[in-house]
């Protein structure tokens, strides 16, 4: 397969052009991908025809699924998971989009094995608005001093999915998702598994730091978290339908920017990743 690789911005991201991911991807394809992806933390794959059965087989090449804590009940592929803002009637009412995307967070940090990547594929997308921002928490590690960065190694950080709910305001976590999912410590300095950097790990599932006064706890994260997201580690993505967007949940935080006035619909999939060390 013959294909290129631009990069988006000096902060992250690159583009692809040439995958058809509908088709299988040689050792060679897959490596190149791959060092793309360690070094850019995001991938978007322009111009793809993806129905969810090609989008599971094509998530399923970069390793195993993981499953979303909501799926798609009654759907015939449950496990790809649609992110909507369409009502029952299938009109966009910007409020029924989830208000946990509008938080800066990590897939999945709140178990014990987060997630690794996330799939998200363009069904129809807004001709403004709804992008989806990312924040590169490699960089923000970097940017602190190295007596801070040395202080945060030795932290851990309570994620926690009831407390997540309750933050973005949106529901509260049902007993059944409480019980699956207890309350996990996670460093606060993630070491990257293939990349070896280090990265900040934490986001809208974080709740407090483990052995830390919690109001000051708290505080700190806030700090973290602002300071992490400033516009100098922060880039947009502004979708296209057809794109497919593969970004590394291990060294990121993302959020959907704003609520959207027209039909935004996406499918989404993730892999699995490993414990952070």
Request: hydrophobic share 35%.
């Amino acid at each position: 397969m013959t294909f290129s690789i631009r990069p988006l911005s000096d902060v992250l991201a690159a583009e692809v052009r040439g995958v058809d991911l509908r088709e299988p991807l040689d050792d060679a394809d897959r490596a190149a991908l791959n060092e793309a992806f360690l070094d850019r933390h995001v991938l978007c794959f322009r111009d793809q025809e993806l129905d969810k059965p090609a989008q599971l087989a094509a998530t399923l090449r970069f390793g195993p699924l993981d499953v979303h804590i909501q799926r798609n009940k009654g759907d015939e592929i449950s496990l790809v998971h649609t992110v909507s803002n369409l009502d029952a009637d299938g009109n966009p009412k910007p409020e029924a989009a989830a208000k946990g995307n509008l938080r800066w967070h990590s897939d999945k940090s709140y178990r014990t094995v987060p997630s690794c990547a996330t799939f998200l594929y363009a069904v129809k997308v807004p001709a403004q608005g709804g992008r989806t921002e990312f924040a590169n928490m490699n960089r923000a590690f970097e940017a602190y001093s190295a007596e801070r960065r040395e202080a945060f190694r030795g932290m851990k950080v309570v994620h926690d999915w009831v407390r997540s709910c309750r933050k973005s305001g949106e529901r509260e976590a049902s007993p059944e998702e409480a019980s699956v999912y207890p309350p996990v410590a996670h460093p606060l300095v993630r070491r990257h598994p293939e990349s070896g950097r280090e990265a900040f790990f934490i986001g809208n599932h974080a709740s407090h730091i483990s052995g830390m006064d919690r109001e000051e706890g708290e505080a700190l994260l806030e700090e973290i978290e602002a300071h992490s997201t400033a516009e100098r580690f922060v880039w947009r993505h502004q979708w296209r339908e057809g794109d497919l967007l593969m970004w590394d949940n291990r060294c990121l935080l993302h959020r959907a920017e704003e609520r959207a006035r027209e039909a935004r619909v996406l499918h989404r999939t993730v892999t699995r990743g490993t414990s952070p060390f």
